[in-house]
């Protein structure tokens, strides 16, 4: 056995103090036409309604397993206190770290409330930043929450392991019914992550400087952002990313009405050499599928990215040549013709002016 591995202790304030806050003016019903509902639907308690198309939310209804943080793509339910500055402050950089949930018997582990609370960038953060992770769930198959947990979990494990593995670290996290370190011998990636020196730098400095010009963009997805840009993307595998695709059908008009909305400036329109583009950067999509609700010819599609070659490049969707005002230069809309309105407007009162004075 491998005896430089030692499990971490118990590093972590618990996190089941956490309080569970929404903030309204981060959630995409604000716009009326939005679909969006994913809190409403992972939602264990009933405690998240939806009325009118405006989240209403219970908190004497709810437990704060945190459920609704991982899904939400614009990070509106969020943790009192963070949920990152619980986990990620205070993790070992010698160890491998395991957590657990409350109800776990795993004394050696740090507990939430749920592990299905943990998104794939704390996840990611956390094996990077560790030797790897371990998700005990030892108390899951007799949980309430399972149904909705498990498949949740598993999402997220996958997602950060493909994630971790493009980027050519050797860290993994792994889903695990007992912290049993004679069982649970280290996989041959985690042994090598855990000799190999030169991996230190993977992914660490992403932890302290998330700056980007965007604040729009959650936390989650400026880390991953970050992370990527950072690091080469040392294998071109197909595999499902965290990340999206967004694609256009030959129905778009370039009425822009996706850009114009989208929260986090993944889509975004350019004039360029007399031609307009519709823009898309991979990574700072959330997915939050906004585009798609407010597009009114149903133009747009998005997936899960599995083309790894796209991650870091700036797409044109779709462009179009666009004419100029013959008087002032400005560009034209679809209902001007030659002049735009403002032009043709000035126009007619001069016209008036001087018949006036004919
Ligand atoms: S998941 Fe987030 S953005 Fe979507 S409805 Fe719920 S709070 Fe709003
Ligand atoms: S923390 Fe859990 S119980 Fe509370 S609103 Fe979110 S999903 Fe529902
Ligand atoms: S491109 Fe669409 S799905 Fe992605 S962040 Fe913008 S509005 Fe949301």
Redesign the pocket.
């Known amino acids: 056995m491998i005896d430089i591995i030692k499990i971490a202790e118990k590093l972590v304030e618990t996190p089941a103090d956490i309080q569970v806050e ?1 903030d309204n003016s ?4 604000q716009f009326k036409f ?1 679909k ?5 639907q992972v939602c264990p308690e009933k405690a ?1 309604k ?1 009325e009118n198309n405006k ?1 209403l939310f219970s908190k004497d209804k709810c437990t704060s397993c945190g459920l ?1 943080l991982s ?4 990070e ?2 969020y943790s009192k206190p963070s949920f990152f500055n619980l986990v990620l402050d205070k993790l070992d950089s010698d160890k491998i770290t395991s957590f657990s949930c409350q109800k776990s018997k795993q004394k050696e582990s740090n507990k939430f409330n749920c592990l299905a609370s943990l998104n794939e960038a704390i996840l990611v953060q956390t094996a990077l930043k560790t030797h790897g992770l371990i998700l005990i769930t030892d108390s899951c198959n007799k949980c309430n929450y399972k149904n909705k947990a498990l498949p949740l979990i598993n999402e997220k494990v996958t997602l950060a392991n493909n994630f971790l593995e493009i980027i050519g670290s050797r860290k993994e996290i792994t889903i695990s019914e007992k912290l049993d370190m004679q069982k649970n011998k280290l996989s041959r990636r985690q042994f090598m992550a855990t000799v190999s020196k030169n991996l230190a730098h993977v992914g660490a400095s992403a932890f302290s400087s998330n700056k980007d010009k965007n604040n729009t963009i959650s936390k989650s997805r400026l880390i991953l952002k970050s992370i990527v840009e950072k690091d080469k993307i040392q294998t071109k595998k197909q595999t499902e990313l965290p990340f999206f695709q967004v694609t256009l059908n030959k129905d778009c008009d370039l009425c822009l009405k996706c850009s114009e909305l989208c929260p986090t400036g993944a889509l975004f329109s350019q004039v360029k050499k007399e031609h307009l583009r519709l823009r898309f950067q991979t990574l700072k999509c959330s997915g ?1 599928k906004l585009c798609l609700d407010a597009c009114p010819r149903a133009s747009l599609n998005i997936a899960s990215l599995t083309n790894t070659a796209l991650l870091k490049r700036n797409l044109i969707l779709k462009k179009s040549k666009v004419s100029r005002c013959s008087s002032c230069g400005r560009l034209l809309t679809d209902k001007e013709q030659n002049t735009c309105l403002s032009c043709q407007k000035k126009k007619t009162f001069n016209s008036n002016i001087e018949s006036l004075f004919a």
């Open positions: 929404l981060k959630c995409l019903k939005s969006c509902s994913t809190c409403h998240i939806i989240i609704c899904v939400c793509p614009n509106a339910f939050c």
